[in-house]
């Protein structure tokens, strides 16, 4: 049997983590009543294990569970706070403003609503993925109604300063809402303190399943209202209608309670092995880091290299490796990166571009691997041909 390559594009999407399928499975046989079926023993199990998770999941982002909306993952929660905020607040104002860095699933809801009667704010970033602050707050009119800001960015890892994001929001009483499924459970945020009005999360980003995630909607101060986009049953709250799905529930929950547990001493040890990585290629002439030194998460590695087709080096890599070269939702497109465009980097390096995902299942043994062949591989594309 071959050896199957060693897996780096985690932020793609991770493993199921083995203790979450545990403690999903006897809800998907034993344990399989309706959540919304209260009038017997089974409704009230699935309905128990619901709370549960909704417990966990607010607690994490120092909400209350009344204030987690279950969706089917950071897409539909997106879609949910962007579209649903609008539509509400409507008579308010018909302007938003985000980032040319944001992830598709905040960048085409935006387009779809300056199709409509929207106007959209789309601000620059620095050669380092930050947001200026002070563009930002330059950019807010009498007639914005939301900031969408991601937490932490899909591509280059780079992380928002979200509580003076926050301060800005609130002193211009705009909503301040930011899709957090890179981030969730692998930086500290509190929804309180940060002044966060809307976060979306996934599950397949933190060794959850895939098929589900969540929008926390904040209840007071202000209480934010937000139109639904599913209607049919009036599920969570009247704003995503749809049965829930329990044992895909049952695993966000206990996955973001795992990672919690131990989120300190994991995040160092896969920034360890990420620090390990860099240091080692680094050497190599042509290379360049993607997005700000530190600020960044522990796992994220995303590098340029000069010299080298972006395709072959993609396929040189591909033995050992599982890598990318950016986004997994747009990495069918023959368009060079748009996060790293924003950061300045021509069309070429753009292209040859690899973005090393680092994981909690990964050893520092498989990391010397990479290296190894990483180094080969870029010196191998350099050399003439003969």
Known sequence: MLQRPIYLDHHSTTPVDPRVLEAMLPYFTEYFGNPASTTHIYGWEAEGAVKQARE?????????????????????????????????????????????????????????LESLVFDVTYLPVETDGIVDL???????????????????????????PLEKIGEICKSHQVLFHTDAAQAIAKIDINVQTMNIDLMSITG?????????????????????????????????????SGTLYTPQIVGL?????????????????????????????????????NGHPTQ??????????????????????????????????????????????????????????IRFGIGRFNTASEISQVVQHFMATVKALRQPIQ
């Not at 929660?77 to 302007?95: C, D, P, Q, T, W």
């Not at 807010?140 to 928002?160: H, K, W, Y």
């Not at 050992?320 to 996060?339: E, L, R, T, Y």
């Open 134 to 160: 002070s563009l930002l707050e330059q950019a807010i009119r009498p007639d914005t109604v939301l900031v969408s800001i991601m937490a932490a960015n899909n591509e280059i890892g780079v992380i928002q």
């Open 204 to 240: 397949h980003k933190v060794y959850a399943p895939k098929g589900i995630g969540a929008l926390y909607v904040r209840r007071k101060n202000p209480r934010v209202n937000i139109a639904p986009q599913l209607h049919g049953g009036g599920h969570e709250r009247g704003m995503r």
């Open 253 to 289: 929950g206990k996955a973001v309670a795992i990672a919690l547990e131990s989120l300190t001493t994991e995040q160092k040890f896969i920034e360890s092995l990420r620090d390990q990585l860099w240091q080692k290629i680094s050497c190599l002439d042509g290379i360049y880091l």
């Open 296 to 353: 960044r998460l522990a796992g994220n590695l995303n590098v340029s290299v000069s010299g080298v087709d972006g395709n072959a080096l993609l396929l040189g890599l591909q033995p050992i490796m599982a890598v990318s070269s950016g986004s997994a939702c747009s990495s069918a497109k023959k368009s060079p990166s748009h996060v790293l465009t924003a950061l300045g980097r021509s069309e070429a390096l753009a292209y040859a571009s």
């Open 56 to 112: 966990i999941l607010a607690e994490a982002i120092g909400a209350s569970p009344e204030e987690i909306i279950f969706t089917s993952g950071a897409t539909e929660a997106n879609n949910l706070a962007i579209k649903g905020v609008a539509e509400a607040y409507l008579s308010k104002g018909r302007h938003l403003i985000t980032l040319a860095t944001e992830h598709n699933a905040i960048l085409d809801p935006c387009k779809y």
